[in-house]
Structures are given as structure tokens and as C-alpha cells.
């Protein structure tokens, strides 16, 4: 049931309190793709199928997957950048897609983004003060001088000192690239930060690092993250609750605890045996695993992990299992 409640205000705390910040609901996502003459390839890319979770204040849904599940597609949507082929996301009760002018202004400050490559999101012409000032001014429409007080501060808050902003990013380091893009993205004051593999493109050790800071900027501000990765030792060290996704869908969800201590899925299972590199451990199967797949590994009837599954039923070529919940918010999706 879709609660329709105008959270902004509202004056009964339970009620903020009980709600979920942020709730998707069955979202679908299909790229149309130009058709080649003569060929038999699919004419759409199917890149989220029937997607649901919620995210509470102040917790970090985990979102993992192989390269091409649809995690960044996902994360897309819940920004508002991409709009689903069907399905309804609500923000504090309110539908993202079909909100008034006001409503959309303060979902854009309320939800920010956090790139994987800060290089590629950071204006190479702009100094480090003007990229972490630029949100003041397109949002509250504040000059330089005037955001200044806040910029330093800003800066000091993700590690970096106030000397540092007539830089620009090409004299930063890749770590200290990310915590610009983070000074950036913590600027207005969000709820939601969307951290879409924040630390892959960084070395293991600069790694721990950013993700440190994530988690003290989120305790100091109750932030609540969707935190996106395909390294499950990361996913491990940052999530409350985890969910998996493979070939659009999520296949398995539920809390940290139970989704590494009693992974039901055997994809999810399957991501276990990867070993992560961030723990430091020796990274084994990770390539084996983390392959792209084609559209032949799919199954387009029944499971669409049955081609892979090593446990698969004859059951599972036929239907396709829905997601069924085990106990407290565990849920999986798998006839097994
Ligand atoms: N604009 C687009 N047009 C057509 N297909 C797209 C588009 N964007 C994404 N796709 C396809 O959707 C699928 C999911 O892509 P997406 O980028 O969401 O995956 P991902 O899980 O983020 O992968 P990665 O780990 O490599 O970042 C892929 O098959 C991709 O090719
Ligand atoms: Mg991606």
C-alpha cells in the first residue's frame, strides 16, 4: 500500500520516523537499442527488471552486482537523471516523477551523487574552492565571498585544508579528487547520497580511507547511502543491509549479518567465493566471477541465473522464482 503523506509538513514525528526516506517501488528500466538490418539481436536492453527496496534515514543499503546488473541504471533513477519505463519511486511520500517545481528543488538538494571517477565529474578549467562552492550558488544563490566561511569548513570536514582551493583537480590525487567530489555532494546538507563505486578507481590503501570519512560524515549527519560496489569486502565493511542484483533484478536482500552469514542465493553465494581485494586478502576467483555476461548467459524464461546456477532445478528454466522473504527482511529470489 502507497502511503501518500506530504512529509515535508508534517508535524507528527513517528510518522517521519516509521516512513522510509526513500521507497521504490517495482521499477523497470528498458533501453530501446538501434536494430542493425539483418540482425537478430534484441532491439532493447532490459537493464532493471522489477526492482523494489527501501532506504531509512541514517542507513547504508549496500548494492552489489557484476558489471552490467544495472546498479548504475538504478542509481540513475533514484536521482531523478533517468526515469523508469514503469514503477514509482517516493521520496518521503512524495512520487520523484511527478512532483511540483518546490518539491523538486529540495529533492535535488536532498539527494546527492558521488561519482566513481572524480576526474570525469570535476570541471578540469574550475579551482577546487570553485567545484566545492558551486552547489551554494546554483542552490542558494550565493556569490564566492559569501560561501567562503562554509567552503573552508567544507574542505577541513573531508580532509583537505583551506590552502588547497585555488588548486585545480589535476594537482590533486586520486583520493583527494574523491573527497572533493564528496566535499561537493555534502554541500547542501542531502539526505541521500548515491556513492556509485566511489573507491574503485582508487589504490587499496586510499581506498579505506574514503571509506572511513563516508561513514564519519554519516554518522555526523545521519546521511543514508546507496552505496554501490561489486567488491563484496567493501560492501561488507559499509552496508546495514545488502542487495545483490544480477541481470537487472535483485536476487537477494536483507541485513548485513544475514546476507554474509546465510547467503541463500547461489549468486550471492557465488560473489562470496570472489575473494574481495579490499579485506587484503589474496584475490583469487574475482575475474571469474566479475565477467561481463552476454545475453546468451541470460535466461529470458524462467530463472535468469539458471544458465550459471550450479544448482539449478528443471523448475528453474520454466518460471522465474519471485522474491520471498525467509525471515526479518531477508528476502530471495530462488526456487531453492
Ligand atoms: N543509455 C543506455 N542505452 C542503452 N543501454 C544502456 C544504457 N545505459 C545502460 N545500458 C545497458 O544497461 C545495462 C546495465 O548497465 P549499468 O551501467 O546500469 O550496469 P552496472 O551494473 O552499473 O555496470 P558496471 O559495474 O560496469 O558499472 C547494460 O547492459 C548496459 O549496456
Ligand atoms: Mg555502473
Given at each position: 500500500m502507497i502511503i501518500h503523506i506530504n512529509l515535508f509538513a508534517a508535524g507528527n514525528t513517528t510518522e517521519i520516523m516509521d516512513a522510509p526516506l526513500l521507497s521504490v517501488q517495482r521499477i523497470d528500466k528498458s533501453f530501446a537499442l538501434k536494430r542493425k538490418f539483418?540482425?537478430?539481436?534484441?532491439?532493447?536492453?532490459?537493464?532493471?527488471?522489477?526492482v523494489s527496496f527501501e532506504i531509512h534515514a541514517g542507513e547504508t543499503l549496500g548494492l552489489v552486482g557484476e558489471s552490467g546488473c544495472g546498479k548504475t541504471t538504478l542509481a540513475r533513477m533514484v536521482a531523478r537523471i533517468e526515469r523508469p519505463s514503469s514503477g514509482k519511486i517516493y521520496y518521503r511520500g512524495i512520487d520523484i516523477f511527478g512532483a511540483k517545481q518546490a518539491e523538486l528543488r529540495e529533492y535535488r538538494q536532498k539527494v546527492q551523487y558521488i561519482f566513481q571517477d572524480p576526474y570525469a565529474s570535476l570541471?578540469?578549467?574550475?579551482?577546487a574552492g570553485a567545484i566545492v562552492g558551486e552547489p551554494f550558488r546554483i542552490?542558494?544563490?550565493?556569490?564566492d565571498g559569501e560561501s567562503r566561511g562554509d567552503l573552508d569548513g567544507l574542505l577541513k570536514m573531508v580532509g583537505?585544508?583551506?590552502?588547497?582551493?585555488?588548486?585545480?583537480?589535476?594537482?590533486?590525487s586520486g583520493g583527494q579528487r574523491q573527497r572533493l567530489g564528496i566535499a561537493r555532494a555534502i554541500a547542501l546538507n542531502p539526505e541521500i547520497v548515491i556513492a556509485d563505486e566511489?573507491?574503485?578507481?582508487?589504490?587499496v590503501s586510499v581506498q579505506a580511507q574514503i571509506l572511513n570519512l563516508l561513514k564519519d560524515l554519516q554518522d555526523r549527519f545521519n546521511l543514508s547511502y546507496l552505496f554501490i560496489s561489486h567488491d563484496m569486502g567493501v560492501i561488507r565493511f559499509m552496508s546495514d543491509r545488502v542487495a545483490v542484483m544480477y541481470g537487472g533484478r535483485i536476487v537477494e536482500i536483507g541485513p548485513n549479518e544475514a546476507i554474509f552469514?546465510?547467503?541463500?542465493h547461489p549468486y550471492t553465494r557465488m560473489l562470496m567465493d570472489a575473494v574481495p581485494s579490499f579485506t587484503g586478502?589474496?584475490?583469487?576467483?574475482e575475474r571469474e566471477v566479475f565477467v561481463s555476461f552476454?545475453?546468451?548467459?541470460?535466461?529470458?524464461?524462467?530463472?535468469?541465473f539458471w544458465p550459471r546456477?550450479?544448482?539449478?532445478?528443471?523448475?528453474c528454466r520454466e518460471t522465474a522464482p519471485g522474491i520471498a522473504g525467509i525471515v526479518d527482511g531477508h528476502l530471495v529470489a530462488c526456487h531453492r
Open positions: 539483418f540482425s537478430s539481436a534484441p532491439d532493447a536492453c532490459h537493464a532493471v527488471r522489477d570541471n578540469p578549467r574550475m579551482s542552490h542558494e544563490g550565493r556569490t583537505l585544508s583551506s590552502e588547497q582551493k585555488n588548486r585545480y583537480p589535476h594537482e590533486f566511489p573507491v574503485s578507481a582508487l589504490d552469514g546465510n547467503p541463500r586478502q589474496a584475490v583469487k576467483r552476454g545475453e546468451g548467459e541470460r535466461s529470458e524464461t524462467g530463472c535468469l546456477c550450479p544448482e539449478a532445478l528443471p523448475v
